[in-house]
């Protein structure tokens, strides 16, 4: 029934040591060690934890991350792994020694992979503007918009409302060579800080704010305050807004 | 500024993490179920807090492309050159680009190579400036006060359509000298003393990009309202541009006066006494619309050259009337240039675009 192993995350360590019951389900979480290496599990049964109770499914992402990052308290580095990743019994092995393994056969990777995160965190770092604020600036500062702007004053109803169109595709065209301006900018001077930057998804912001760049970047936690106050000079800017989260345990960079 | 790491705060970010991300794990003892997200992809959503997924709009677009960026940049090294292109000289400057809304010196390399001079930005990976070795008529080095009060030496490379584009750089004269060189070993040769030393002060800094100067000359300006104020004739160059029409005063060193070709509406000739010492003199009286009202600039100076002003204006007059009469536009929907009465009165006939007057027009009579 619990002949399943669900992993949470792989870490330097060479002693089998418990947890409590801190894991999915308040399930006992445990290290199952190969050499200086070792992989935290919990038992469990042979299928994914999936359900439609979104509460439910709070709770196991929250419990998730409490056991990778306690796990990365006690051993200092760890390589997370995302969640339901369950390994299985079969006819040739037990769970237990598939996960040995498995970590036999790519020891030298994941070695090398620990070695890079040693004492360093994920962050991440989150651009808004304010389209409101940036298109009335653009509007002011662009020639070609604020021109076609006053010409349409001037224009009969038939044709100013094409020129509106018009403007309207103009700024909203500008606005996008805007956004790639600020994100190249941005890029560079964020670059700077950190070790390793992943470019993520723009996600959907609430109104009056649009995200301009996700990132994801990887630094020791000493940098990080540096890096927070290159941000607070963006967010200090007019129109624009900055989202600073972390330290995660580095699951981007694993 | 701290970062956030609030559990309430930050719920969406770490479901990116964990739903997403972590080690991948290539064996084959992972119970999966292959490429089915094994949270929904609205539950996901209704986890957020977030009403709707990703919209698709502008961002989306733009966010594969910068994403591609990204990627990309992370191979690039070397300036691109063309086949059998060789570099000559490298040194490190700015170019002055002023295209649209963003001016600045962007700085980069300069490479003088056998068949180019340009500017390569590295970390864009951006050639910023470039032009054909054949295509440069004349370089010459001149002082500028630059924004931080300095002078500097800025290096003026003017083309054969006689637009000048500048650079900036420690060893500028090195450069020069590196021009001057290259050409003469391809047997290509410069102008010395290129133009006018007005000219070439003045344009360098009030040429827009694209624009050309069809016309030009030493002519006197007497501003609107001039004359009774008293004889303000004052000597400068007229230019005459794809774009606009313009006078250099020389003593002030700026552009004086200058109206887009498309607000003149008359260029008339005249004799006239321009002082009890001045008698009998050509002038041009350009008419033109200044801010919804009509205003007057009058030119004088030799005879040939106001006739020849006279011409040239009334050409541009004429075209730009023509212009007008058959006023086109193009459909905001699709782009394609019609007619503005046809684009209001029927629609579009490329792609069906109505405007919403018509709209409402067509549906209170319904086709039979």
């Known amino acids: 029934m619990t002949e399943a192993r669900y992993l949470y995350c792989i870490a330097n360590g060479s002693e089998q040591i418990t947890f409590g019951n801190i894991g999915i389900e308040n399930n006992e979480v445990y290290t199952i060690p190969y050499k200086d290496l070792c992989a935290v599990v919990h038992n469990c049964p042979p299928e994914p934890y999936e359900s439609e109770d979104k509460e439910k499914i709070k709770s196991w992402i929250v419990a998730h991350e409490k056991v990778v990052e306690t796990a990365w308290t ?181 | ?141 001149n002082q500028e006060d630059l924004l931080t009060k300095e002078k500097k030496d800025v290096l003026y490379i003017v083309d054969q359509d006689n637009r000048v584009s500048r650079l900036l750089s420690t060893k500028i004269d090195r450069l020069k000298e590196g021009i001057e060189q290259s050409l003469k070993a391809m047997g290509l040769s410069l102008e010395e003393n290129p133009v006018l030393p007005a000219f070439e002060k003045g344009p360098i800094s009030f040429l827009m990009e694209g624009e050309k100067v069809t016309n030009r000359g030493k002519v006197w300006h007497l501003p609107d309202g001039g004359g009774i104020l008293g004889n303000t004739w004052k000597p400068g160059y007229l230019y005459l541009t794809n774009k606009r029409l313009c006078w250099w005063y020389g003593f002030e060193g700026r552009l004086a006066f200058q109206i887009p070709i498309e607000e003149i509406s008359a260029a008339i000739k005249e004799r006239r006494d321009l002082s009890p010492v001045l008698k009998d003199k050509k002038v041009l009286d350009v008419i033109y619309n200044a801010n919804g009202t009509r205003a007057v600039s009058s030119f004088s100076g030799k005879e040939i050259e106001i006739d020849e002003w006279e011409k040239v204006l009334n050409r541009v007059i004429v075209k730009g009337n023509e212009a007008e009469e058959k006023e086109r536009e193009a459909c905001p929907q699709c782009g394609y240039s019609a007619p503005v009465k046809e684009l209001l009165e029927i629609g579009c006939s490329k792609c069906g675009w109505v405007s919403a007057r018509l709209k409402r027009k067509l549906v209170k009579t319904p086709a039979k």
Not at chain 1, 120 to 134: L, R
Not at chain 1, 202 to 229: A, F, H, I, P, R
Not at chain 1, 233 to 239: D, L, M, T, Y
């Open chain 2, 1 to 141: 500024m701290e970062p956030v790491r609030d559990v309430h705060a930050t719920l969406v970010d770490l479901l990116d993490r964990i739903l997403d991300k972590g080690l991948v794990i290539n064996a084959d003892v992972i119970i999966s179920v292959a490429g089915i997200p094994l949270i929904g992809v609205n539950l996901r959503a209704a986890l957020a807090g977030m009403e709707t997924m990703l919209k698709y709009g502008v961002m989306q677009a733009w966010d594969e492309k910068t994403r591609a960026w990204e990627r990309e940049r992370r191979e690039i090294g070397e300036v691109p050159l063309l086949e059998g292109e060789e570099v000559n000289f490298k040194i490190f400057g700015s170019y002055y680009y002023s295209k649209g809304i963003y001016t600045a010196w962007r700085s980069g390399y300069i490479y003088l190579t056998t068949k180019r001079l340009l500017l390569w930005n590295r970390e864009f990976d951006d050639v910023v400036f470039q032009i054909d070795l054949e295509k440069i008529k004349a370089i010459l080095i």
């Open chain 1, 74 to 254: 006690r051993f200092g580095t760890v390589l997370p792994l995302g969640f339901d990743t369950i390994i299985k019994s079969d006819q040739d092995r037990n769970a237990e020694d598939n996960i040995k393994k498995w970590i036999k056969d790519d020891y030298e990777n994941l070695k090398q992979k620990l070695d890079k995160l040693r004492d360093k965190a994920e962050f991440g770092v989150q651009v808004f503007w304010n389209p409101k604020i940036m298109g009335k600036r653009l509007t002011e500062t662009n020639e070609e918009i604020a021109k076609l702007s006053q010409d349409i004053k001037s224009k009969s109803r038939g044709l100013a409302y094409m020129y509106k169109q018009k403007l309207e595709n103009l700024l909203k065209k500008q606005m996008e060579v805007e956004s790639e301006r600020y994100f190249k900018d941005f890029y560079e001077q964020i670059k700077r800080w950190v070790d390793e930057i992943k470019v993520e998804k723009t996600k959907k912001s609430d109104e009056g704010k649009q995200m301009l760049m996700n990132l994801s970047c990887l630094l020791s936690k000493e940098k990080s305050k540096v890096l927070g106050e290159e941000l607070e000079k963006i967010n200090n800017r007019e129109g624009l807004f900055v989202r600073f989260t972390g330290p995660w345990p580095p699951y981007s960079f694993a």
